[in-house]
Nanobody, 119 residues
Framework: QLQLVESGGGLVQAGGSLRLSCAAS????????MGWFRQAPGKQRELVGT??????????QSVEGRFTIGRDNAKDGKNTVYLLMNSLKPEDTAVYYC??????????WGQGTQGTVSS
């Protein structure tokens, strides 16, 4: 079993930055990759980006160059992944979720954290 807990959401003005964190605990050795997703009001959940256990990242086009996914060193049995969001736009407003992929499928999800960008 895995547990994912996000933190770091909040309200920021357009052009500002937010840093979200996702702490994974439990059987973290099972994880193949971590992903960040978001869901804006009235829209479907979309993939923001992913990071593999080797540190390879991929991003959706709308955030390329503005968002960065990285990993902090494992500590206390937890594996933490962050999403650094720069040059934020009002259309980035969403609930952001982290997820853990096991055997290529995102099977474990965090509770979500709200990120709001004001114009």
């Amino acid at each position: 079993q895995l547990q994912l807990v996000e933190s770091g959401g909040g309200l920021v003005q357009a052009g500002g930055s937010l840093r979200l964190s996702c702490a994974a605990s439990g059987n973290i050795f099972m994880i193949n990759a971590m992903g960040w997703f978001r869901q804006a009001p009235g829209k479907q959940r979309e993939l923001v980006g992913t990071i593999t256990t080797r540190g390879i990242t991929n991003y959706t086009q709308s955030v390329e160059g503005r968002f960065t996914i990285g990993r902090d060193n494992a500590k206390d049995g937890k594996n933490t992944v962050y999403l650094l969001m720069n040059s934020l736009k009002p259309e980035d407003t969403a609930v952001y979720y982290c997820a853990a992929a096991i055997l290529g499928t995102f099977s474990y999800w965090g509770q979500g954290t709200q990120g709001t960008v004001s114009s």
